[in-house]
């Protein structure tokens, strides 16, 4: 199963992935591409580190979204990799009908809560904020509505009395490593 992940920053859960993949844990399931709204993110520059293609595609010009052409380049640039699998980790724009259309079924996207809870944007300082027990992330389908596809799988975290935002965060980080991966060869032994 070829996948293609697409990301905005550092670019951790893509380096989760593809070590995965190094140490043949990722079952069925080949990273073929990596693609980033933005040139100078350092996710790109694990492409060279794993050897896998990396590249910068153009979002057009907002911030919180791609336009029609670049949804087009990114539907274009996704395809000419044969993907059978769109994995976002971390990508920053909200997707909508060319796109979730190109590939309807195949993309997945990693968010830092248990959803439906906490959905948007700083889903860990929400959590924390709210004084919410369990924190966690979620995979989940893609689908029309943001964070609103069907979970695929989750995990928990639990928040502790003496966490901080700082510690919070590192706990689910360390728990997105281990399910993104973990789905991702789920996905591919049913493929």
């Not at 994995?87 to 997707?95: C, D, W």
Request: net charge negative; aromatic share 8%.
């Amino acid at each position: 199963m070829k996948i293609v992940i697409i990301g905005s920053g550092t670019g951790s859960n893509a380096e989760a992935i593809l070590e995965c993949w190094k140490q043949g844990n990722l079952g069925k399931a080949v990273p073929v591409a990596i693609f980033s709204d933005k040139p100078e993110a350092r996710i790109l520059t694990l492409g060279a580190k794993y050897g896998v293609k990396a590249a910068y595609v153009d979002p057009g010009r907002f911030k919180t979204k791609l336009d029609d052409e670049a949804e087009a380049r990114y539907v274009d640039a996704i395809r000419a990799e044969g993907a059978d699998l769109v994995v976002l980790a971390g990508f920053m724009r909200v997707l909508h009908e060319t796109f979730l259309n190109a590939f309807e079924g195949r993309i997945i996207n990693l968010h830092p809560s248990l959803l439906p809870a906490f959905p948007g944007l700083h889903s860990i300082e929400q959590a924390f904020n709210y004084g919410a027990k369990y924190s966690g992330c979620t995979v989940h389908w893609v689908t029309a509505g943001l964070d609103m596809g069907p979970i695929i799988d989750q995990s928990a975290v639990r928040i502790e009395a003496n966490d901080t935002l700082d510690t919070l965060e590192s706990k689910v980080h360390a728990a997105e490593h281990s399910l993104l991966p973990a789905v991702i060869a789920k996905l591919a032994e049913r493929s």
